[in-house]
């Protein structure tokens, strides 16, 4: 008897626990609409969060404090590019649930503008829809403690991207002079792989960060970097894209950006294992590569020697 007893609680005790997290999932799905609507100009996305007589208590671009229909909050995006990044970054911070109403805090991040903000949310499971956020309100917070608390240390991981426009010209992105020499380095351009973004939001982040947009990026290479002066080990994944519009300018550190031919490319380049591996792609680009390397420390040059050959680990889709 006491057996089955015991039998029963746990029973019930994991149906409650099922449960809770079916319904937890099922605000995350609303939530991640409004997430992901939101960073993508998507405003189909974003009323889909919403039930239709939502109200959101915001302040407009004067400071005053308004409400909006989600209609009119998502026209907040109508002039932005669909389906493209646009540097928000969001992430659901807690759900406290209490039978059919719950409330949700979100926190967007746009690294670019060096602003945060916290979205407080007020949802409800109406009968027969689901979840639906009923209420919305924001405040900018700290951008400097959420830069301190999430201080990236060299992971020495990086994406590179390399990007091709319709002459066949790649995107560099100028580097250090080095000794002896007039003329600067050149890369493609990169991103170390330490903040909390998708592949498609950190190549799409790099694109307008230097005035461009891209097709969807395509893995070409996936090499490791082994180094003389450190025991970490650096996986570099090599995306390549095609120019779609805009106007190139500097980095956010200054850096002037340029197109240049591939062979004049490749002869800017000083890391030896950064220019083998971009002439690779580019000379056999219907394969994803892999490929091993060991860097020894010597300035802007960093001596390469080669550990593997360069083979290939799937085709393209190309």
Do not use: C
Request: glycine residues 6%; proline residues 4%; aromatic residues 12%.
């Amino acid at each position: 008897m006491k057996k089955t007893i015991l039998t029963l609680i746990f029973i019930l005790s994991f149906a409650v626990l099922q449960s809770q997290s079916t319904t937890e999932e099922q605000i995350r799905v609303t939530l991640n609409n409004y997430i992901e609507g939101s960073s993508y100009n998507k405003k189909d996305q974003i009323i889909k969060a919403f039930a239709n007589n939502a109200t959101l208590y915001l302040l407009n671009k004067e400071g005053s404090f308004n409400t909006y229909t989600p209609e009119e909050y998502a026209n907040f995006f109508k002039n932005r590019e669909p389906n493209t990044f646009n540097g928000r970054v969001g992430k659901i911070l807690d759900i406290a649930i209490d039978k059919d109403i719950a409330t949700a805090r979100v926190e967007i991040v746009i690294s670019e503008r060096k602003a945060k903000y916290i979205d407080l949310f007020l949802l409800k499971n109406i009968e027969g829809i689901g979840w639906k956020i009923i209420s919305k309100t924001a405040t900018q917070t700290d951008y400097s403690g959420y830069v301190e608390r999430d201080r990236k240390l060299d992971n020495f991981t990086l994406q590179r991207l390399i990007v091709l426009n319709d002459k066949g010209e790649i995107l560099m992105e100028q580097g250090d002079v080095l000794k002896g020499e007039d003329d600067p380095t050149w890369f493609p351009p990169a991103v170390y792989s330490n903040t909390r973004q998708s592949i498609t939001e950190a190549m799409d982040s790099l694109a307008l960060s230097r005035g461009i947009k891209i097709s969807k990026p395509e893995l070409r290479a996936y090499p490791t970097y082994k180094f003389t002066y450190h025991d970490q080990v650096s996986f570099r994944s090599y995306f390549v894209a095609k120019y779609v519009e805009g106007n190139l300018i500097p980095s956010k550190g200054g850096s002037a950006m340029k197109w240049l031919p591939v062979d004049e490319a490749l002869s800017h380049i000083p890391v030896e294992a950064i220019k083998l591996i971009t002439k690779q792609i580019v000379e056999f680009p219907k394969s994803v590569w892999g490929g091993s390397f060991l860097i020894s420390e010597n300035g802007e040059l960093h001596d390469t020697l080669i550990l593997e050959e360069f083979y290939p680990l799937f085709s393209s889709k190309q």
